[in-house]
Structures are given as C-alpha cells and as structure tokens.
C-alpha cells in the first residue's frame, strides 16, 4: 500500500501554549481572515509528499485520496487569499468542482476488489501531472505572499493573468486525469463481464463514457423552473402555440421568436409546452428558465456551459462536436460570454443540417441590465453565424430587448397576445381551465363572471382557482367567489393579491410581514431553509414554509 497519510514527515511541530485563553479562543472563535490562511498553512502536508505518494503507491483508491488531499490545501488557501478575490475565488469554484468529481471516483472505485485497483502508467501519469500543478501553485503563491498583520488579512502579490494561467493549467490537468479515471473504471466493468471479445469491440463505449466525464466538468445551472412551472392545458393556447411550431419547422424565415408579454399573462406556461413538444421531436437544443428567485437562474455566468451539457444530451449528432470544442478549449469557462456562446454552441450548430432551438424564458428576470443587452447581441450575432441555431424567447416588455433587436429583421415578434381580452380564443381558453380547475364547484353562470372578471389575464384565474381548491381555507366556495367579484377592476391582479392576504388569520400576519420583510431587503434570492436561518436569528415565531401557502 502506498504512504498515504504521512505523520510529521518533512515537518516542523509546532508548539501550542494551551495556557493562553487567547490562543485556544482563535482556535474556535469564527476565523478571521488570517487565522484561516494560519491554519490553510500550518495544517498543510507538503505536496511534494503526496505526489510521492502517487509514485511509489500501486493502489489508486490511495492515489486519488492524496490528490484529494492535496487539492483540498490549495483549496483552502485560495479562499483565504483578500486581494483578487474574484479571480481567485473562480479558482476555488474550479477546484471544488475537480474535489467532488474526485471524491466520486473514490466512491466508484472503492466498490473494486483491491486487486483490481492496480495504478498503471496510463493513470499514474495524469495524477501525477495534476498534483503537481497544484504543487505549481502552492510554490508560486508563497513566493509572493506576505501578511498584513495590521490588517489581519493575507495578500499575494499576482495579478489577474497569473491567477488565470493557474485556472487553465489546472482545468487542462483535471480533463485529462478524469478520462483516464473514466477508462480505466469502463475497463474494469467490461473484465467484470468477462468477456474480452467484448472489451475489444465496444472500445467506442469507452470513450463515449470519457465524453461524458468531460461534459460533467462543466458548471452548469440544475434548473427546476422548468419543472416548476405547467405545460398550456390541453385544448388552451392552441392558436399560440402551432404558430410557435410552424415557426420552429421553418415556415417562417426569422431565426428568433420573442413572445413578449405583460406578467402573469402565461409565456412559461408556454415555454415549458414549447420544450416538451421540441424535445420529443429531436430539436431541442437546450432551455434556460431565468427566475429572480434564484441567484443561478438570473445571471448569465453559467448558461453557454448549461446549453452546452443540454446540447450533449438532446442533440447526440451534435455530441462529439459539443465534446471536441470542450477538449479543445479547456478554459473556456475564463471567456468572455460571447467567445463562450460561439465555442460551445454556435459552432457546433453548424454541424448539422436540422434546427437546433433554445429556449429562453424571462429573459427580463436576468437582474443585470448590462447582461441582458450582452445575451440579446451575443444571441443576434450567433444567429447570424449558424443558420441552423433559432432561439424562442419571452420576456416582459423590456426596453434593453427592444433597443437590441427593434430594427433587426432576425426576429418574428408576438407582442401582447396572450392577455388580450378582445381576442375570443384567449377568453375562451380561461374558461376551460377554470372549468378543469375547479370542477364543478361552481355553477355554469358564476364561473362565467370568474371568467368575465379575469378579463384575458392567465394569473389572476389560476391565482382565483388556488383559492377556491385550498384545503387550509375555512370559507366556504360561494364566500371566496363573492370576494373574488367585488374587486373593482377587472384583471386586477393586485386587487386579487389584496384578497389573499385578507385571508390570513389576523395572529399570523404580523409574521408574515415580517418574513416578507426579509425577503424585500435581501441581497440575493433566498431559498425556503435559507430564509428559515434568517428568521430564526432574527427571532421571528414562524415557519418559512407557510408562505407557500399564501
């Protein structure tokens, strides 16, 4: 077995005075800047003794836990590093990616017999040359370290481009040690079968399981608007949607669809149909739901690496395209958003003869103004360059889009067409939901005037439907319906919200408000269990979960 955890090996103990309070306080007390580069430092085994390790070992379950060791150290210093500290928290991104998948390896290969596990030049190299890199780093860090005590903060003298070399070499390191983890685990199981004929003819599923390693490395957004949100009811949105469709199968010339209408109006309804529908006839390339409720999902960072997985998933004769422009390009999560989208979607677009649609949703949701005009010129400009790429998007009204794509004549454009009242299919498509939705607890003549008061507006229907089908309701069908109809604007959506907080018992509201306070100032989009931290140290009496409720 290898020497995996060395003890005291090439270091200097250093003494503890566990007399001074102050000392074992600094130990436990929430850790300063320093005191968390201090113990990145004085905890660290030397590298140069991992990467030893990984010579003389023979066991690669041993190996791979030294290269998590040693990714860990650089990991913790990176974090505590002060100044540049966006590139370097890039960094830290990066390699807490390149843990996990590794601390998965360890996972896979800890279920292999020991004999099995036998560390070969093929894997031994790439482990070698990543754990070096990291050495790399480390050395080049401490060169140019020195500690403002005054301050209690660390600072290294590197610029931005040295810290951004380090991200590429690491990258290029990492991709090329998890495909030869990929083979080597995909030969383990082909000996398993025992069946060598086998294990010569499906070498292909060898390295289609190397791409998928590779695609795996990148970040991605795990979005759930997609799920979150309905597809149109059957039997609604008919003349909307087949126009979509014949759109998509080319019938119109413009290579981008902007479905763009007032809130509430129902354009995801109308997305997430439009991803089904595209995905089961082969088209889809990729959706990317942008959402002002999470931090992800409404900035552009991790989009071209998400259509880029998607297109690897949905597309398979675009895979080994999707594939070769990662391999070829490493870094290229340190691009610029334009060279990303151009690398990792529009290029391989151009290789093939169908559509390939992406669908964006809410594009006004992306919280930067200055994002939002970079993704509508980056999706005019990549249109341009692949004429089999088309885009679907849909937004609110939104004078960044407009003054983007108002003159273009890329673009087919339906504007207001899901909440107007004057045309009859959207009023009739309302009262065919409030009939599937409510079933019957209404009778025909009510459920017409729940019609006629939603005057076109998808929102305010489903928002009436909610409160007449809830279970934690003590008021009956007929009074809800009457409150409903005494709002004085028809499609009023505020009004219908002004019913739903008068609904809450009155000894609830005043945490209700106060969980509605916390959410208004924070900084970011808070989740349900992050909200109930919040509340928690804030001292406010309630469960975060019941404004899933209102």
Request: with cysteine; proline share 3%.
């Amino acid at each position: 077995m290898s020497k995996l955890w060395p003890k005291g090996k090439g270091k200097t103990t250093r003494s503890k005075d566990t007399s001074n309070p102050s000392v074992s306080q600094s130990n436990t007390s929430p850790a300063s800047t320093s005191t968390g580069w201090e113990k990145a430092r004085d905890t660290a085994i030397p590298i140069l003794e991992l990467v030893a390790n990984i010579s003389e070992g023979s066991d690669v379950l041993a190996s791979l836990k030294a290269a998590c060791k040693a990714t860990k150290q650089i990991l913790e210093m990176a974090r505590a590093i002060q100044n540049n500290k966006d590139n370097w928290g890039r960094l830290a991104e990066r390699l807490q990616g390149h843990l996990e998948s590794m601390e998965n390896q360890i996972t896979i290969f800890e279920g292999y017999p020991e004999e099995s596990r036998k560390v070969d030049d093929s894997l031994r190299q790439p482990l070698l040359a990543y754990v070096r890199k990291l050495d790399g780093i480390q050395k080049a860090v401490e060169a140019r370290t020195r500690s403002r005590l005054l301050f209690r903060a660390t600072k290294v003298d590197m610029d931005a481009g040295d810290i951004r070399d380090f991200h590429q070499d690491i990258d290029d390191c990492h991709q090329r040690l998890m495909t030869a983890l990929a083979v080597s685990s995909s030969f383990h199981i082909q000996i398993v079968k025992g069946d060598t004929k086998f294990i010569k003819e499906d070498a292909r599923t060898l390295l289609k399981d190397a791409d998928l390693v590779i695609i795996s490395q990148l970040p991605t957004v795990l979005s759930t608007s997609v799920i979150v949100h309905n597809r149109c009811n059957p039997g609604t949105r008919v003349a909307v949607l087949s126009s979509i469709r014949r759109w998509g199968e080319g019938e119109f010339a413009e290579p981008i669809f902007w479905l763009c209408d007032i809130a509430g109006s129902g354009k995801s309804t109308v997305s997430t149909s439009m991803v089904a529908f595209w995905k089961e006839k082969g088209l889809l390339a990729g959706h990317f739901f942008f959402s002002v409720a999470s931090s992800e999902e409404s900035t552009i960072a991790k989009m071209c690496p998400t259509f880029a997985r998607q297109m690897f998933e949905n597309l398979p004769m675009l895979a080994s395209s999707v594939v070769g422009a990662v391999k070829r390009h490493p870094s290229i999560m340190t691009s610029i958003f334009e060279e990303q989208f151009r690398t990792l979607i529009v290029e391989p677009t151009k290789r093939q003869n169908n559509p390939a649609i992406l669908v964006i949703d809410a594009l006004d949701e992306c919280k930067s103004v200055s994002e939002r005009r970079k993704l509508v010129e980056t999706l005019a400009m990549a249109v341009q360059e692949s004429k089999n790429l088309k885009i679907f998007m849909t937004s609110r009204p939104d004078p960044v889009i407009q003054a983007v794509l108002g003159s273009l004549p890329i673009k087919a454009k339906m504007e207001d067409r899901l909440h107007d009242a004057s045309q009859r299919d959207n009023i009739d498509d309302i009262a065919i939901y409030i009939e599937q939705s409510i079933n019957g607890m209404l009778p025909e003549d009510k459920k017409r005037r729940l019609v006629q008061n939603a005057n076109g507006l998808f929102i305010w229907a489903s928002t009436a439907c909610r409160m007449l089908t809830s279970e934690t309701t003590w008021d009956t069908h007929e009074t809800i319906y009457n409150r409903l109809i005494s709002v004085d604007k028809t499609g009023e959506i505020d009004d219908i919200y002004d019913l739903v907080f008068e609904r809450i018992e009155l000894r609830y509201r005043r945490t209700m408000c106060s969980m509605l306070a916390v959410l208004l100032a924070a900084f970011e989009p808070l989740s349900i269990e992050d909200l109930e931290e919040v509340l928690k140290y804030a001292g406010v009496d309630g469960s975060a979960d019941a404004l899933g409720q209102i």
